[in-house]
Structure formats: C-alpha cells, structure tokens
C-alpha cells in the first residue's frame, strides 16, 4: 500500500519541460504565419509600387548609417508600447501581443531595401494607405477569421505607430499618386489612433479569451 501513494508523487516534476515546449510552439504557431505573411505583402508592395512608379519619384534614399541604431531604437520603443497597451487592455502581459506589435512596428521599414541594395525606388511604399488595406485584408483571412482577431487589429496600431514615429515626407496614397507631403501635421492624431486601437486589440483578445482562473500562470496565446 505504502509504494503505490509514493509513486504518484513523480508526474507534476516531468510535466514542466513539456509545458514550455507547448507554450514556445503555440507561441510560433499564432505569431509567425501573421509575420510572414506581413513581410511578404511589405515585399510585394515595395516591388509592385518599385515597377509602376515613375522614375521621377524614385528619390528614395537610405538614412545616414550613423542614425540607423537610434531609429530603430526608436521604433523597438514605439512597438514595445503599442504591445503594452494592448496587454494592458488584455488586463496581463501578453508574449504575442507585445512580440507582434513590436516586430510590425520595426519590420514596416522594409520597404527601404531596394535602397539597401543601391536601387533607386519610391519612398517609403509600404508607409501607404494601399499597405494598410491590403495587409488588414491578408491578416484577418490569415489570422482573424482562426480566432485571432486581435492580430489585424494590432497591426493597424502598430502602422500609425510607426507613420507617427517618422519624419519625413510620404506618398501615403500611392500607387493612386506619388506626390510626396509631410504627415507632421497629423502626428498626433496619428498616436492616439496608435493607442486606442492598440487598447481595442487586447479588449478583442480579452473578449475572445476569457482570463482563467489561475493567476499566477503566464499566458502566451
Ligand atoms: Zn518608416
């Protein structure tokens, strides 16, 4: 009688390891389709608009590389925020939301590589109304209509995050046209549509997802 009550002490001990392994690969099972998926659109956005854009709107430049590390600083920062926000609507810190909105908000710019590469191009082809569209139409198929709703959401936060972190000028309604202007003006406006569509992703997320009962466990769905 006594070995069979010790013997049902191991169990708990080896569920551990599994556990994070789960959680590691529903981590990359949620976020990576939606971030490949948004790299591919930026990319094909970036070669579309690089094709039928007129040559006289390929102006677009590398920043100077001495600027490059407090930029991206500065976009790491503006994700980090968008993904705490919507964590904070979400009522707990939330991997994928904050991994998510922070890979959005950094990866946008690359849309610069043609430049990267010495190829003259269009400035800034996926910091348009066109990208914004098209990438909330590919996300929800891809994301939102699997449950994760929050996802497209997120990432329209993350895109004003980023036009509001920029400076500069921008054709924001290309391919329509490829005149450039200055979104100075609307910088603010710009981040606090940042912030309440950032809080609308976790309040979905929350919704979708009622918080369970175990306070002190993380969640990474
Ligand atoms: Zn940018």
Redesign the pocket.
């Known amino acids: 009688m006594k070995q069979v009550m010790t013997e049902t002490v191991t169990p708990p001990l080896q569920a551990k390891p599994s556990s994070f392994v789960s959680k590691i690969r529903r981590w990359v099972s949620d976020v990576f389709p939606s971030l490949l998926v948004f790299v591919v659109v930026n990319l094909a956005i970036t070669l579309i608009f690089l094709v039928i854009s007129p040559p006289s709107s390929h102006t677009g430049t590398l920043r100077p590389e001495s600027s490059i590390a407090p930029k991206e600083l500065e976009l790491f920062s503006a994700g980090l925020a968008v993904g705490l926000v919507a964590s904070l609507a979400y009522r707990r810190l939330d991997v994928n939301l904050v991994t998510l909105a922070v890979a959005f908000v950094v990866l946008?710019?690359m849309d610069h590589l043609p430049a990267f590469f010495g190829i003259n191009q269009p400035i800034?082809p996926a910091?348009s109304l066109a990208f914004l569209a098209i990438t909330l139409v590919v996300l929800y198929f891809v994301a939102g209509r699997r449950g994760h709703i929050e996802i497209p959401i997120l990432f329209a936060s993350a895109f004003f995050a980023?036009m509001a972190a920029?400076t500069g000028v921008f054709a924001f309604f290309a391919p329509v046209s490829f005149n450039y202007y200055s979104l100075q003006s609307v910088q603010i406006p710009f981040i606090a549509l940042a912030v309440c569509i950032a809080a609308l992703a976790g309040y979905v997320k929350n919704r979708e997802k009622p918080l369970p009962k175990a306070r002190n466990s993380v969640i990474y769905g």
Request: aromatic share 0%.
């Open positions: 946008l710019d800034r910091h980023h920029d």
